[in-house]
Nanobody, 123 residues
Framework: QVQLVESGGGLVQAGGSLRLSCAAS????????MGWYRQGLGKQRELVAS???????YYTDDVKGRFTISRDNAKNTIYLQMNSLKAEDTAVYYC?????????????????WGQGTQVTVSS
């Protein structure tokens, strides 16, 4: 079991910055990567950024150059630094940790999610 607790959302004006945090606890050793998803009103949840335990990162095109994902292994925490925020970044942001296991010879993925934190960017 993995527990994820997020913090850092809020209301900010366009062009401003916010930093999200996600602290993981539980079966930390089973986690090979973590990421941030977001879901805007009436939209599907989408992957924003992810980071592996080897510090390989991924960003969706919309946030490249504006958002930075990082991790602090000592604190079992990942961060999402969001700069130059736009109104279209408004969404609930969720921390995610996929855990993989082998069942019946097949690799099975189980996703753990945080509770979500609201980010609202006013234009």
């Amino acid at each position: 079991q993995v527990q994820l607790v997020e913090s850092g959302g809020g209301l900010v004006q366009a062009g401003g910055s916010l930093r999200l945090s996600c602290a993981a606890s539980g079966s930390i050793s089973s986690i090979s990567s973590m990421g941030w998803y977001r879901q805007g009103l009436g939209k599907q949840r989408e992957l924003v950024a992810s980071i592996t335990k080897y510090d390989n990162t991924y960003y969706t095109d919309d946030v490249k150059g504006r958002f930075t994902i990082s991790r602090d292994n000592a604190k079992n925490t990942i961060y999402l630094q969001m700069n130059s925020l736009k109104a279209e970044d408004t969404a609930v942001y969720y921390c995610n940790a996929p855990v993989y296991s082998i069942k019946g010879g097949d690799e099975v993925r189980h996703d753990y999610w945080g509770q979500g934190t609201q980010v609202t960017v006013s234009s």
